[in-house]
């Protein structure tokens, strides 16, 4: 497929706004957010930071940091010594602040997030979800999503029918974000570009994938339940990610093409022997 102009990559996915959403979230990477230099310290500072000076380093809002202990995403504060009204929190909470904000940056809802936090040693099952994430997210091909500009589109369309850009909306093969338009799968959309201008129907194109979708989604979880529950049993010894990802790699290739190709033969062959179902045509 090809493309003209610049063209931005972004993250596949729309999940709907949750709560700290809507407390406007900062992370510490974001410029945007309190300013991040700490306000002057004092000597009653020696106790720990105050709410505003944590938000001021993590750049996370105060409001936010609220909402966080009320989660039990982040733990409560000590008090001040001279004043218990005070609270004053720690390097820790700061570190916290931090780690909450990587692990929404990869994708992760509070409730996830909880539960790595609180289950056992949360350093080492946090640790352990990176890691997983870094080996699994991402291995299994090069179809980063792009943006595209109403120029962009158009260009990319020239050869289509009328009514093809209408179809690929419907189908979610392209999604409007503003003035511009979200490709979640550059890859999948030349797919179905080409078959079109090979003159397959778009709407029969985008019915076929959506087909594809179903039965290949429900066969990529049955399959991941399969290696999970090995590797629980002690598939793979110590390097339990290295194994998942290494017997799933040629599964998700290799053997999903040569089974999916012998299952659409199979099919062929049982139409053929259908005679009155061909007569039917």
């Avoid at 001279?82 to 820790?92: F, G, I, L």
């Avoid at 602040?97 to 809802?109: F, N, T, V």
């Avoid at 998700?252 to 089974?259: K, L, Y």
């Amino acid at each position: 497929m090809c493309h003209h102009g610049p063209m931005a990559r972004r993250s596949t996915g729309s999940p709907a706004v949750d709560p700290v959403e809507a407390l406007n979230i900062k992370t510490s990477d974001d410029t945007s957010a309190t300013a991040v230099e700490s306000p002057e310290r004092t000597a009653d500072d020696d106790a720990g930071l105050s709410l505003e000076q944590l938000a001021a380093i993590s750049g996370v809002p105060a409001r936010t940091i609220r909402f966080y202990q009320g989660e039990k995403l982040v733990p409560k504060p000590d008090r001040d010594p001279n004043d218990a009204r005070v609270a004053r929190y720690s390097p820790a909470h700061v570190e916290r602040l931090r780690l909450i904000g990587e692990l929404r940056d990869r994708g992760l809802r509070l409730p996830a997030i909880r539960n790595l936090l609180h289950e056992g040693d949360a350093t080492t099952n946090v640790a352990d979800w990176l890691g997983l994430d870094a080996s699994l997210r991402g291995s299994w091909g090069n179809d980063a999503p792009l943006i595209l500009q109403s120029a962009e589109l158009r260009d990319m369309l020239t050869d289509a029918p009328p009514g093809t850009q209408a179809i690929l909306e419907e189908g979610r093969l392209i999604t409007r974000q503003g003035t511009a338009w979200l490709v979640p799968s550059p890859a999948l959309v030349e797919v179905a570009l080409r078959l079109v201008g090979d003159g397959v129907p778009i709407d029969l194109v985008i019915e076929a994938g959506a087909i594809l979708q179903t039965h290949l989604g429900r066969a990529a979880k049955q399959l991941i339940d399969l290696f999970v529950t090995a590797l629980a049993q002690g598939f793979g010894g110590d390097d339990d990610t290295s194994s998942l990802v290494e017997a799933l790699r040629p599964i998700a290739g290799d053997a999903a093409r040569i089974i999916f190709a012998q299952q659409l033969e199979r099919s062929i062959e049982a139409l053929l022997a259908d005679t009155k179902r061909i007569q039917k045509r």
